[in-house]
Protein backbone atom coordinates (compact mmCIF):
# COMPACT_ATOMS: atom_id res chain seq x y z
CA UNK A 1 0.00 0.00 0.00
CA UNK A 2 1.20 3.29 -0.99
CA UNK A 3 1.38 5.79 1.91
CA UNK A 4 -1.41 7.52 3.04
CA UNK A 5 -1.47 11.51 3.32
CA UNK A 6 -3.22 13.07 6.26
CA UNK A 7 -6.10 14.18 3.70
CA UNK A 8 -6.82 10.83 2.50
CA UNK A 9 -7.08 9.72 5.69
CA UNK A 10 -9.33 11.58 7.04
CA UNK A 11 -11.53 10.95 3.66
CA UNK A 12 -11.45 7.57 4.31
CA UNK A 13 -12.42 7.58 7.43
CA UNK A 14 -15.47 10.33 7.17
CA UNK A 15 -16.44 8.76 4.15
CA UNK A 16 -16.50 5.08 5.07
CA UNK A 17 -17.63 5.78 8.66
CA UNK A 18 -20.48 8.55 7.96
CA UNK A 19 -19.02 10.94 10.58
CA UNK A 20 -18.38 13.97 8.88
CA UNK A 21 -21.42 16.04 7.19
CA UNK A 22 -21.09 19.72 6.10
CA UNK A 23 -24.84 20.72 7.81
CA UNK A 24 -26.71 19.85 10.38
CA UNK A 25 -28.86 17.16 8.66
CA UNK A 26 -27.28 14.31 7.34
CA UNK A 27 -27.73 10.65 5.81
CA UNK A 28 -25.67 8.57 7.51
CA UNK A 29 -24.40 5.51 5.57
CA UNK A 30 -24.99 2.01 7.65
CA UNK A 31 -21.91 0.93 9.31
CA UNK A 32 -19.94 -1.80 9.07
CA UNK A 33 -20.11 -3.47 12.79
CA UNK A 34 -18.70 -0.23 14.60
CA UNK A 35 -21.97 1.79 15.49
CA UNK A 36 -20.69 5.80 14.79
CA UNK A 37 -23.11 9.17 14.77
CA UNK A 38 -22.89 11.80 13.13
CA UNK A 39 -20.99 15.04 13.96
CA UNK A 40 -20.99 18.45 11.67
CA UNK A 41 -16.93 20.04 11.50
CA UNK A 42 -18.31 22.60 13.99
CA UNK A 43 -18.24 19.62 16.86
CA UNK A 44 -14.64 18.12 15.28
CA UNK A 45 -13.51 21.77 15.94
CA UNK A 46 -10.98 22.55 18.94
CA UNK A 47 -10.25 25.82 20.42
CA UNK A 48 -6.11 26.43 19.91
CA UNK A 49 -3.51 28.85 21.98
CA UNK A 50 -4.09 31.38 19.22
CA UNK A 51 -1.59 34.01 21.59
CA UNK A 52 1.03 31.12 22.35
CA UNK A 53 1.90 30.36 18.75
CA UNK A 54 1.07 33.80 18.12
CA UNK A 55 4.36 34.53 20.30
CA UNK A 56 6.30 31.24 19.18
CA UNK A 57 5.83 32.89 15.40
CA UNK A 58 6.98 36.21 16.74
CA UNK A 59 10.54 33.65 18.38
CA UNK A 60 13.78 34.67 16.35
CA UNK A 61 14.33 32.10 13.56
CA UNK A 62 10.21 30.97 13.33
CA UNK A 63 11.06 29.19 10.51
CA UNK A 64 13.16 26.80 12.18
CA UNK A 65 10.62 25.88 14.87
CA UNK A 66 9.74 22.26 14.65
CA UNK A 67 6.47 21.43 13.73
CA UNK A 68 5.60 19.36 16.99
CA UNK A 69 6.41 22.33 19.03
CA UNK A 70 4.49 24.24 17.10
CA UNK A 71 1.22 21.88 17.78
CA UNK A 72 2.31 21.58 22.00
CA UNK A 73 2.16 25.35 21.99
CA UNK A 74 -1.21 25.57 20.71
CA UNK A 75 -2.53 22.94 23.21
CA UNK A 76 -2.80 20.14 21.29
CA UNK A 77 -2.70 16.75 23.27
CA UNK A 78 -3.54 13.01 22.95
CA UNK A 79 -6.69 12.16 24.62
CA UNK A 80 -6.65 9.43 27.76
CA UNK A 81 -6.56 7.02 25.09
CA UNK A 82 -3.22 8.20 24.04
CA UNK A 83 -3.81 8.07 20.09
CA UNK A 84 -3.14 10.71 18.01
CA UNK A 85 -3.57 10.82 14.21
CA UNK A 86 0.32 10.86 13.98
CA UNK A 87 0.32 8.10 15.94
CA UNK A 88 -1.92 6.36 13.47
CA UNK A 89 -0.18 7.48 10.32
CA UNK A 90 3.17 6.23 11.38
CA UNK A 91 1.27 2.26 12.28
CA UNK A 92 -0.40 2.30 8.61
CA UNK A 93 3.78 3.31 7.50
CA UNK A 94 4.20 -0.40 8.90
CA UNK A 95 5.14 -3.43 7.58
CA UNK A 96 2.01 -5.05 8.80
CA UNK A 97 -0.26 -2.98 6.67
CA UNK A 98 2.05 -1.86 3.78
CA UNK A 99 0.70 -4.81 1.45
CA UNK A 100 -3.04 -4.67 2.24
CA UNK A 101 -5.37 -3.51 0.10
CA UNK A 102 -7.37 0.03 1.23
CA UNK A 103 -10.63 -1.76 2.64
CA UNK A 104 -8.24 -4.20 4.62
CA UNK A 105 -6.25 -1.24 6.55
CA UNK A 106 -9.62 0.16 6.97
CA UNK A 107 -11.29 -3.07 8.31
CA UNK A 108 -7.77 -3.66 10.59
CA UNK A 109 -7.91 0.04 11.98
CA UNK A 110 -11.46 0.46 12.66
CA UNK A 111 -11.09 -2.78 14.98
CA UNK A 112 -7.98 -2.14 16.74
CA UNK A 113 -9.43 1.66 17.62
CA UNK A 114 -12.56 -0.15 18.57
CA UNK A 115 -10.49 -2.61 20.93
CA UNK A 116 -8.44 0.14 22.61
CA UNK A 117 -11.90 2.28 23.14
CA UNK A 118 -10.69 5.35 20.58
CA UNK A 119 -13.80 7.46 19.25
CA UNK A 120 -12.86 7.83 15.53
CA UNK A 121 -13.97 11.26 16.37
CA UNK A 122 -11.21 11.65 18.41
CA UNK A 123 -8.35 11.03 15.97
CA UNK A 124 -10.41 13.47 13.18
CA UNK A 125 -10.49 16.49 15.83
CA UNK A 126 -6.65 15.56 16.75
CA UNK A 127 -5.59 16.13 12.86
CA UNK A 128 -8.15 18.87 12.88
CA UNK A 129 -6.56 20.83 15.52
CA UNK A 130 -2.76 20.22 14.20
CA UNK A 131 -4.15 21.65 11.19
CA UNK A 132 -5.23 24.78 12.86
CA UNK A 133 -2.47 24.94 15.06
CA UNK A 134 0.00 25.66 11.79
CA UNK A 135 -2.86 27.55 9.89
CA UNK A 136 -2.50 29.68 12.65
CA UNK A 137 1.37 29.56 13.07
CA UNK A 138 1.38 30.50 9.65
CA UNK A 139 -0.35 33.37 9.74
CA UNK A 140 1.13 34.80 12.41
CA UNK A 141 4.87 33.99 10.48
CA UNK A 142 3.67 35.74 7.12
CA UNK A 143 2.76 38.75 8.85
CA UNK A 144 6.22 38.71 10.30
CA UNK A 145 7.87 38.49 7.06
CA UNK A 146 5.69 40.79 5.62
CA UNK A 147 6.49 43.49 8.11
CA UNK A 148 10.10 42.63 7.69
CA UNK A 149 9.89 42.53 4.13
CA UNK A 150 8.56 46.08 4.53
CA UNK A 151 11.12 47.05 6.39
CA UNK A 152 13.42 46.05 3.93
CA UNK A 153 11.98 47.64 0.97
CA UNK A 154 12.24 51.01 2.91
CA UNK A 155 16.17 50.20 3.95
CA UNK A 156 16.80 49.05 0.04
CA UNK A 157 14.64 52.78 -1.18
CA UNK A 158 17.14 54.69 1.92
CA UNK A 159 20.54 52.59 0.60
CA UNK A 160 19.22 53.62 -3.37
CA UNK A 161 19.13 57.35 -2.62
CA UNK A 162 22.16 57.37 -1.06
CA UNK A 163 23.77 55.65 -3.64
CA UNK A 164 22.28 58.21 -5.95
CA UNK A 165 23.47 60.79 -3.63
CA UNK A 166 27.22 59.42 -3.88
CA UNK A 167 27.18 59.23 -7.27
CA UNK A 168 25.82 62.98 -8.12
CA UNK A 169 28.79 63.84 -5.17
CA UNK A 170 31.60 61.60 -7.02
CA UNK A 171 30.86 62.76 -10.04
CA UNK A 172 31.15 66.79 -8.62
CA UNK A 173 34.25 65.57 -7.04
CA UNK A 174 35.78 63.91 -10.59
CA UNK A 175 34.57 67.38 -12.32
CA UNK A 176 36.54 69.34 -9.72
CA UNK A 177 39.76 67.60 -10.05
CA UNK A 178 39.53 67.64 -13.96
CA UNK A 179 39.16 71.16 -14.00
CA UNK A 180 42.12 71.54 -11.00
CA UNK A 181 44.07 69.12 -12.72
CA UNK A 182 42.98 71.37 -16.12
CA UNK A 183 44.10 74.35 -14.70
CA UNK A 184 47.32 73.38 -13.64
CA UNK A 185 48.16 72.32 -17.26
CA UNK A 186 47.20 75.94 -18.42
CA UNK A 187 49.23 77.70 -15.42
CA UNK A 188 52.35 75.78 -16.51
CA UNK A 189 51.92 76.55 -19.48
CA UNK A 190 51.97 80.12 -18.66
CA UNK A 191 54.85 80.08 -16.11
CA UNK A 192 57.15 77.94 -19.19
CA UNK A 193 56.22 81.12 -21.48
CA UNK A 194 56.92 83.41 -19.01
CA UNK A 195 60.50 81.85 -18.22
CA UNK A 196 61.02 81.54 -22.05
CA UNK A 197 60.63 85.35 -21.83
CA UNK A 198 62.49 85.70 -18.95
CA UNK A 199 65.69 83.91 -20.02
CA UNK A 200 65.11 85.45 -23.52
CA UNK A 201 65.45 88.84 -22.07
CA UNK A 202 68.49 88.03 -19.35
CA UNK A 203 70.33 86.37 -22.37
CA UNK A 204 71.40 89.66 -23.46
CA UNK A 205 72.69 90.94 -20.37
CA UNK A 206 74.86 88.15 -19.46
CA UNK A 207 75.71 84.46 -21.02
CA UNK A 208 75.15 82.05 -17.81
CA UNK A 209 71.80 80.06 -17.61
CA UNK A 210 70.03 81.39 -14.69
CA UNK A 211 66.42 81.31 -15.32
CA UNK A 212 65.22 77.46 -14.96
CA UNK A 213 63.25 76.64 -17.46
CA UNK A 214 62.21 73.48 -18.67
CA UNK A 215 64.18 73.21 -21.78
Not at 13 to 32: F, M, N, Q, T, V
Not at 165 to 188: G, I, P, R, Y
Amino acid sequence: MSEMTLKELLESLGDRLGILEKGSAASPRPPEKITTRAVTLKDLTAETRSEEVRTLAEAPSELSVPFDKIIETAGVTAGSHGWTIERLRNLLLTDEFKNLGREAVQKRILHLLESEKVEIEDLVKDAIARDQALDSFEKFARKKLEDRMAVRQRQIATLEDRIRTLEKESTLVKNQMDADEQQWKDWKQRKRAQERDLAWTVGFLIDRHVITTDD
